[in-house]
């Protein structure tokens, strides 16, 4: 079975791979608290996006390109390097990419955490609207 010429483009995954835009995966949407472990210290930070393949983390101070870190969430800690780094005037947005990919079931734990996080917050953020109406 001959491949036509768009499949020779090295940009095109290997047959049998699903590719999502410029992405190996479909990325999962979040907004939740993470921690970034590399050699030199361990830092909290936002998980803002999560895929097999990768990540994408805010952070007050964004990381160096090439380093290698842990990014842990949910009980999940994937490795990881530093791609790509951006900064603006509220902290910064690092870009990873795993190393091995994670597992689909890795990626449903910390979609779940993420719902009950949410849940939770949203709970929190109720009782405390109604404590200050109440006068408390």
Known sequence: MGYSSANTNPRHVRPGNV????????????????????????RRCILIDLSRT??????????????????Q??????????????T????????LVFDPPIPDEQVLEVRSFSEVYREDEMRALRDEVRRWVMGA
């Open 54 to 71: 990768g990540a994408q983390i805010g952070l007050e101070e964004p990381m160096r390109e090439g380093e290698g870190v842990v990014l």
């Open 19 to 42: 590719k999502t835009g410029r992405r190996n995966a479909p990325r999962l949407r979040l907004s939740i608290p993470a921690h970034l472990v590399s050699l030199y210290d361990r």
């Open 88 to 95: 603006g005037p509220n902290g910064g947005v690092n870009g």
């Open 73 to 86: 969430v949910a009980g999940v800690e994937p490795f990881g390097e530093v791609v790509r780094r951006s």
